[in-house]
């Protein structure tokens, strides 16, 4: 099988443009996932961050979730729950930060300094997507945009070392709900896998790097020339892997429709997706994540009257 996608986004910035656009074009058609480096995030503050990380699930994190699953561990394979411990960060329209217990001001400081770099990097994509697709500059944005805003947040996971992980997967197949999704892997245990042509395949962990994937959203918005993919964390037994996963989302009342130029370019215009507001989808996706995602385009299309 071809390698996964690796994007050098500096070379954007020269003589390689071009080649660098249609490597993006490439991974956003054919993958749904692609690993950035020289992405513009300083390298010490990935590195705070993972350390940090990792202090507060070894000191706040790691005790609960070894009383959540019990001192028999696992007895019998479990389908509906995931092996991960949890907590979630908002910083768009509002941030949260302050209020999340057992923070330190230092992990604070540091995942809102990260917040702020990742936002940037993630209206950036957009305006790169929008360039591939030929939407003007800033369509995207404007489409996630609402009357408040996107929603931008942050799932900070651990998937701890796992007796048995042929009973239980770290985190159940799926696809993302949201926009653009940006996330910090651990760089040594690895677990995401992504599914391409029926077959499930590793994102390999890459030290100091950003993996980029598609959400629903853009598949919708992008009339499917792009789509959400789905993927899974497998339970490992080296290591507990570390995971902070950032969504840039559509605000709440963002109303998702395919761009209209994209369509008049869809060779069959049958196939177009709904239009909905998108607090709508999320409330049928919090039903419906782990199943496929062609009966939620399809469910979401009674929910209102566009």
């Known amino acids: 099988m071809e390698n996964f996608p690796v994007i050098n986004l500096k070379n954007l910035n020269g003589e390689e443009r071009k080649s660098t656009l249609d490597q993006i074009e490439d991974a956003c058609q054919n993958w749904g996932f692609f690993e950035l480096v020289n992405h513009g995030i300083p390298h010490e503050l990935l590195d705070s961050v993972e350390r ?76 790169v997507l929008c360039e591939n697709l030929g939407l003007e500059k800033g369509y995207l944005k404007k489409a996630f945009y609402g009357t408040k805003g996107p929603n931008f947040g942050t799932k900070v996971a651990n998937y701890p070392e796992c007796p048995k992980p042929e009973m239980v997967k770290g985190l159940r197949a799926h696809t993302d709900a949201g926009g653009i999704i940006l996330l910090l892997q651990d760089d040594k245990v690895s677990g995401l896998q992504l599914l391409k042509d029926g077959k499930w395949v590793d994102v390999p962990p890459m030290r100091h790097s950003i993996v980029v994937n598609l959400g629903d959203q853009l598949e919708v918005i992008t009339n499917g020339k792009y789509k959400s993919v789905e993927h899974r964390v497998i339970a490992k037994t080296d290591g507990t892997r570390m995971s902070v996963a950032s969504f840039y989302n559509p605000g709440n009342d963002a109303v998702i429709y395919p761009a209209p130029t994209l369509l008049d370019k869809a060779e069959d215009t049958n196939q177009t997706y709904p239009k909905f507001v998108f607090q709508d989808y999320m409330n049928l996706y919090a039903t419906l994540k782990f199943q496929p995602k062609e009966p939620r385009f399809q469910a979401i299309k009674t929910v209102n009257s566009f």
């Open 52 to 127: 940090l990380t990792k202090e507060h699930y070894r000191k706040c994190m790691e005790q609960r979730f070894k009383e959540a699953v019990g001192s028999e561990g696992l007895e019998g394979e479990l389908k509906d729950i995931d092996w991960e411990s949890t907590f979630f960060l908002r910083h768009l329209p509002e941030s949260n930060i302050s209020g999340i217990p057992d923070l330190t001001q230092e992990y604070k400081e540091a995942m809102k300094e990260f917040a702020e770099k990742l936002e940037k990097l993630a209206e950036e994509l957009l305006d």
